[in-house]
Every structure is written in C-alpha cells, then in structure tokens.
C-alpha cells in the first residue's frame, strides 16, 4: 500500500530516573522503529513500526513480539489490563489479557493518531476522519459527528472534553456522543492546556487564544501572529514555546505577555520541574529559567536538538537527536551525555529501577536506575 503523509507522532513521557555515565544495554525489541512505549505494573510494551506490538513481562529482560506483529504501531493506551494500539491504516486493536493476544476492533480502517480514554468511554483521534468513539471499551465504534479533521490533541475539563484539530477546538458534554465546533473554528490548533477555570490554546500561526468559559468562548491574547509549538502551566505562569521566537511568558491568563530572554529559539518541548522551567530546543539543546523566566542558562546539554525532557525527584533527563540520553543530578546546572550516545531517542518510560529508551534500533534499558 502506497504510504501516506501521515505526521509522525511521538512519545514524550515525563519520568525518569538516573545517574551520570548510566551504562545502558540493548534489549529487544531490535532492528526497528520505537513509536510508543507503555507500563503495565512490570511488564513493558513497545509499538513499533511495522513490527507491531511487543511485549516484556520481566521489566525488558527478555521479549516477545505479541500477535499483533505486522503493524505501525502510532500510540499504546493502558487500562488495568486492557491495551489499546492505534495503527496507520488498520485503526485500533485491543488485548484483554494484558496484550498476549489482540483483536482488531470495529475501528479496522483509519490511521489513528492519538487515543484517549475515560471510564468505559475511548476516543480515537484519526488522520483526516476526526474522532470515534467507543462506549464499551473498545469492542464497538461509532464515528462522532467530529468526522473530518486530522486530531491531534485532547484535553479534559471536568466533565467537557475537548479536541484540538486542524480546523479549530471542538468540545463534547457528552461523553464524546455529539461533538460541537467552539468559537475557535479555524486555524490549526497545536496543543491545549489547562489552567485553573481557562482553557489555553496554541495555534500554528495565530498564538494563543484563552477562554474562560469551559470553551463556549475564546478569546485571543496578546500573543498573536505567532507559532506556538508547546504550552505549560506552572501556578500562575502561563509558558508559550514558539517557533523562532522563544518562550513567552503571562502572569495573568494571557492579557499580557513579556518576550523572556531566550527570546530567538524555536522551543518546542517546556516542562516545570519545582522551581525551574526547562526549554528544548531545536538545534540549541537545553535552557534552564530558576527565576520564572527572567534569564536563562544554557545548560552544559547544548548545540544539540532536545527531543524529550522529563525529571524525577532531583534528576533531570534529555533525549536528543542522535545523541542519546543526557541527565543532570544538580537541577540542569551541569549535564553528563550517558553511555547511550548515539541513538535518537524518541521516547523514555521508568519503571523504578529500570529505565527504558525508545530509539530506531529497539529499545535500550539500564536496569538499576542508571548506576550501571
């Protein structure tokens, strides 16, 4: 089959843990293309690119490729013993049994991006056919009447869910039965967040709209005419990472916003770890704010391309592009590039001790939280 130009999409998971020069050690699944990685008490499952779903039931010691092994594997949602794996093409398989066996769902012809689940209720964000839904865990679907946008995030406020699309925000009060456009109804929408009662939105070239109202309203902010590639709420400071541009910084719910100093980067990756704001990006690797934003160090991690970031504890990891997993044990204020040096690593998942890294070679693991 002829392939798509479907978007890549990537795991990001934010928990780790380590220590300078980790000894890491190649474990399988090898030989291919880690898209997403999930934990399930102490097995490990990792879907790749066509070769499926695989599984660890010994915290990476030993694999075994599941029934589920001719396919791309884009996202992997876990759910006491239920695993959910969002395909290109072939759209959502589901393993009752803790992902020994699987079954391809209803859902059996759409490339499904993102997924997300609440109680008995699973939505699926596809590629050009917006969201289905699933009332029943999965075993039968039913398009939503959000049935011609390419989703790329969700976001839940109390009982309202809201989808960011490529034509705008639409949200459902209902579980996802009935799907409604908001004001918000053009404009590619990159990422959501959720801040006290706002809903904060970035978009590809407009900056970031607010609304106050559970999403029946959205209201632009200062900040336009800008890409916003990544959002982050720490308190009462509102992050925006922007394409050239920096990160932006707003006090108060977007109706002002101050250019900080790491004012002519494209940040596309920001995480709040207790006092210091972290920033990746691209080409530059890490900077780190302690002061809300004011000034920023460029870390010891720099002139590389961050991919990831993710802290646990007092330690602080990167993934890079081509050249592994980086930790910092001070806060950032010195970094250490680990024995895993040369991959792209495309996503990271902890399971105290072990440490897993997602790459196009399979899956590195170091086993007792990075000493050795």
Known sequence: MKAKNIPTI????????????????????VGGTVRALGILSSNVYAGTEDGGVFISTDNGAAWTQTSLNNQNVYSIVIDGSNIYAGTQYNGVFISANGGLTWSQTELDNQSVLSITKIGPYVFAGTYSFGIYLSTNNGQTWAKTSLNSSNVSSFVINGTSIFAGTSNGVYFSTDYGQNW??????????LSLAIGGSNI??????YGVFISSNNGQTWVKTALGNVQVNSLTVSGESLYAGTQQAGVYLSTNTGQNWIQLSLNNQSVFSLVAAGPNIFAGTWGLGLFVSSNSGQTWTQLQLSCQTVTSLASSNTNIFAGS?????????????????????????????????????????????STNNGQS
């Open 10 to 29: 990537f795991v990001f998971y934010f928990l780790l843990l380590g220590v300078c020069q980790a000894q890491w050690m190649p474990i399988g699944p």
């Open 180 to 189: 409604s456009l908001t004001s918000f109804n053009g404009g590619s929408v």
């Open 200 to 205: 904060f939105a970035g978009t590809r070239n």
């Open 321 to 365: 592009s081509g050249r592994g997993v980086y930790i910092s044990t001070n806060s950032g204020l010195s970094w250490t590039q680990t024995s895993l040096n040369n991959e792209t690593v495309q996503s990271i998942a902890a399971n105290s001790p072990n440490i897993f890294a997602g790459t196009y070679n399979g899956v590195q693991v």
